[in-house]
Antibody
């Protein structure tokens, strides 16, 4: 059974750093892209970027380029999304999903709250 | 950059009604389009890919059509459990883009 399990909810202050994770199981983790999707409170889905864990090839939406870093550690079948300096506007639910270009299996989401 | 325009932004229909949601891509994207359903407070779920291929396990009352610039998601007979927001997504390049979403409610 394909599963993507994300790390738990986070509460951070503006300016702090953060790295959230997404662990894949039930399939060959290095053979599929992993995508990240943002959903701000009460808003729609936003495609952030994707990574191919096999060689760490990474693509970013122009809206998120330079704002976040996507990475992966294939030895532990885990993808990551990180921020070096959080802003209040980063408050959102973040989903990872297995990507066949379309997103067929999704993680449960990680809620990130940034507040002073 | 490719823009995805969904309409309507919301709709209200009766149980048993036929419901149609449209998504327009500019410029065209062949059939590289997916549809997702997100129920309130839940994780998005893939319904359709390649514009018209039903994902395994999705009820047959859902169908997709279209190619190029204009696409349609149809629910042939709306059920109470279909209350959700529906999103289209293009994937004809390395970058994906979602439509703005269509909220479906029961009248």
């Amino acid at each position: 059974e394909v599963q993507l399990v994300q790390s738990g909810a986070e509460v951070k202050k503006p300016g702090e750093s953060l790295k959230i994770s997404c662990k894949g199981s039930g399939y060959s983790f290095t053979s599929y892209w992993i995508g990240w999707v943002r959903q701000m409170p009460g808003k729609g889905l936003e495609w952030m970027g994707i990574i191919y864990p096999g060689d760490s090839d990474t693509r970013y939406s122009p809206s998120f380029q330079g704002q976040v870093t996507i990475s992966a550690d294939k030895s532990i079948s885990t993808a990551f999304l990180q921020w070096s300096s959080l802003k209040a506007s980063d408050t959102a639910m973040y989903y990872c999903a297995r990507s066949l270009d379309y997103l067929d299996f999704w993680g449960q989401g990680t809620l990130v709250t940034v507040s002073s | 950059d490719i823009q995805m325009t969904q309409s309507p932004s919301s709709l209200s229909a009766s149980v048993g009604d036929r419901v149609t949601i449209t998504c327009r891509a500019s410029p065209g994207i062949s059939n590289y389009l997916a549809w997702y359903q997100q129920k309130p407070g839940k994780v998005p779920k893939l319904l359709i890919y390649a514009a018209s291929t039903l994902q395994s396990g999705v009820p047959s009352r859902f169908s997709g059509s279209g190619s190029g610039t204009d696409f349609t998601l149809t629910i042939s007979s709306l059920q109470p459990e279909d209350v959700a927001t529906y999103y289209c997504q293009k994937y004809n390049s390395a970058l994906g883009t979602f439509g703005q979403g269509t909220k479906v409610e029961i009248k």
